[in-house]
């Protein structure tokens, strides 16, 4: 049996796009503590219950969403209260107004936001120093992180903020009394609360009306999100809040184009990041995605040889695989005459997406049930494998690698945290083999030193910088909170790094 191949829309409407976010958001906002276990390279974990929280490195975990934005069925039963996005369809009334955006959990007119309380107040605890420690901290830099050594036995939050509507302590005394901590991340939690209403408040999602493709003469500025979207043709987007949705899901597109591309925001120059070895790695693919015109043409006369694809590799695929392929074409968007074959590889990178098409099964032709994705865009392919990284390379399955035509993706990957490092300790070497430029993500600047902490340790001296760690320009705008620790906030590409491995320069020695 050959490989399942999907020809998949090249368009795809609001409606699905914002059941997208909405599955995406729900994805996100399913907290897990970085010490709570997770199952696979990068866990893919759904809400609705402890047992399929996993370990992450910080912040949110991520569920996976369907194909195309259709909704799954865990949100089905929400979808009395979605208003269509869509004007081709009836409308149908608002649920919430644009003035009228916070609303406590517990009091939510959202069945689902209300659930949400009711698990937070089963499974967070009151951080007030009088309670004894129960986890460790998610970052120990952090004001509420310090480990509490109280005489009281720790206890479930119970109380709302009135500020930010969200559960966070036991009782209004320790809420009172631990007042001026919470105070540095009240506007923030308050923000999250009243963006996860807009995105089910069932307004019309202007901000989900993606641009098309771009003309090669029109040159890209990616300065920022703004300059992005106003060189791209974006719809104007006048709202922060209508900001943060867009960018809650363009974010995982962007980062990878944004450095792959000639008119990178990184550079070697003072403050920009790039390291002489990124140079050589990065110009090698951006060398292959804008290829010179070689006056080829339909006919017989105009055949030109081409390069093949480039291969972006993303691994440990978990919500990113399930993003509306609206998003991902994006990425086409940026190189018009370059050629992309995205590749989903993780034991968890079709999770909950089984009621679209069952998995191919495994057989000689196709041994590692492989789902291809064909006609994405006229330039891009995607195919998705369940399966470990490691145990594909040990076959051979994509040799040979090739550094101008192969690159390595990591969403937050959790390499240097104590539960989840060992399932990476195969990967990376293997990785590092292949000397093809590695990209890696974190939600917070501590997560991402972990990360690179644990990276010097496990392949030191076989390893080259290619990007210093610091803030990814086009990180979500969109602050995501953490269900088990509500204290914990963190956003989706907070920071960005890459690496590969060392290259030796061979040099030939006169015997004579």
């Not at 609303?103 to 107040?121: G, L, M, T, V, Y």
């Not at 992180?145 to 302590?169: M, N, W």
């Not at 074409?329 to 968890?348: S, T």
């Not at 035509?405 to 390499?415: A, I, K, N």
């Amino acid at each position: 049996m050959e490989p399942l191949v999907l020809q998949a829309a090249s368009n795809t409407c609001r409606r699905c796009l914002t059941s997208s976010a909405r599955a995406f958001s729900r994805a996100s906002s399913a907290g897990a503590l970085p010490h709570v276990p997770r199952r696979s390279h990068s866990g893919l974990t759904a809400r609705a219950t402890s047992t399929f929280y996993q370990r992450r490195s910080s912040g949110a975990a991520k569920r996976a969403i369907s194909l195309f934005g259709q909704r799954t069925k865990v949100a089905a039963d929400e979808s009395s209260v979605h208003a269509s996005t869509s004007p081709k369809e009836p409308s149908r009334p608002l649920v919430l107004q644009p003035h009228d955006l916070y609303h406590p959990f517990s009091d939510s007119p959202i069945p689902e936001i209300r659930r949400r309380s009711a698990f937070i107040k089963q499974h967070a605890y009151c951080p007030h120093p009088d309670h004894r420690a129960t986890r460790l901290p998610s970052n120990p830099n952090a004001s509420h992180a310090s480990l509490s050594s109280g005489s009281q036995a720790p206890a479930h939050v119970d109380f709302e903020c009135p500020d930010c509507g969200i559960p966070l302590y036991c009782s209004k005394e320790h809420w009172a009394d631990d007042y001026e901590s919470h105070l540095q991340i009240c506007d923030t939690l308050r923000q999250i609360n009243e963006d996860d209403h807009d995105l089910r408040s069932g307004r019309f999602f202007p901000e989900f009306e993606y641009a098309g493709p771009q003309i090669e003469e029109a040159a890209v500025n990616m300065t920022n999100w703004d300059t992005f979207l106003y060189t791209r043709e974006f719809e104007a987007i006048n709202d922060d809040r209508s900001m943060r949705q867009v960018t809650r899901l363009l974010t995982y597109p962007l980062t990878i184009g944004s450095i792959l591309h000639e008119l990178s925001p990184y550079s070697i120059r003072k403050n920009g990041r790039l390291t002489p070895e990124g140079l050589k790695s990065l110009s090698a693919l951006r060398y292959t995605l804008h290829p010179p015109k070689s006056g080829g043409g339909t006919d017989i006369k105009g055949l030109r040889p081409e390069a093949p694809p480039v291969r972006i590799f993303i691994l440990g695929a978990r919500a990113e695989s399930s993003l509306p392929r609206n998003v991902w074409v994006q990425l086409a968007h940026l190189f018009p005459r370059g050629k992309f074959h995205l590749v989903f590889i993780g034991p968890e990178s079709m999770a909950n997406r089984d009621d679209e098409f069952p998995l191919p099964p495994r057989t000689p032709a196709n041994p590692f049930g492989a789902i291809v994705e064909d006609r994405v865009w006229p330039t891009m392919k995607i195919s998705t494998i369940v399966d470990y990284y490691h145990t594909l390379h040990k076959t051979g399955h994509f040799y040979p690698y090739d550094p101008y035509f192969d690159c390595f993706v990591m969403f937050h990957p959790g390499l240097g945290h104590p539960a989840s490092s060992h399932e990476w300790a195969e990967t990376v070497p293997l990785l590092l083999e292949t000397k093809a430029p590695i990209l890696v993500t974190g939600y917070t600047q501590y997560d991402m030193e972990r990360d690179i902490e644990w990276v010097n340790q496990t392949c030191r001296g076989e390893f080259d910088m290619l990007m210093e760690p610091g803030e990814n320009i086009f990180r979500s705008l969109r602050w995501d909170l953490n269900d088990l620790d509500p204290q914990d906030v963190s956003c989706g590409n907070w920071g960005v790094w890459a690496f590969r491995g060392k290259r030796y320069e061979a040099t030939r020695k006169d015997t004579a």
